[in-house]
């Protein structure tokens, strides 16, 4: 079983930046596919971002594409999202997710961190 524990993420005026990091253990990390997620105020929990396991490709939710950035350590076992130009309708609590499938399902994730809220403040 892994573990994973967030932090960063806050508060933030439209156009600002904020970094979402995510460490992992308990299970070997280079084997992961990890993941981002989020889950608006009345809305479903929607994928955000993906990294492969070894070669580092990535996937991003057509909404965030261009705007944020997914990146993972092997060495530290840590994944990070870096989100720029932010916008009000990317409030929401983020989670990382870990998983064996490159998929951007929640279904395909079996460990899930605990989840951190940011707000975008216009």
């Known amino acids: 079983q892994v573990q994973l524990l967030e932090s960063g993420g806050g508060l933030v005026q439209v156009g600002g930046s904020l970094r979402r990091a995510c460490a992992a253990s308990g299970r070997t990390f280079s084997r992961l596919v990890m993941a981002w997620f989020r889950r608006a105020p009345g809305k479903d929990r929607e994928f955000v971002a993906l990294?492969?396991?070894?070669?580092?490709?990535?996937t991003y939710a057509g909404s965030v594409k261009g705007r944020f950035t997914i990146s993972r350590d092997n060495t530290k076992n840590t994944v990070d999202l870096q989100m720029n130009s932010l916008k009000p309708e990317d409030t929401a609590v983020y989670y990382c997710a870990a998983g064996n499938s490159y998929s951007d399902s929640a279904r395909h994730y079996d460990a899930w961190g605990q989840g951190t809220q940011v707000t975008v403040s216009s």
């Open positions: 990294i492969t396991k070894s070669d580092g490709a990535t």
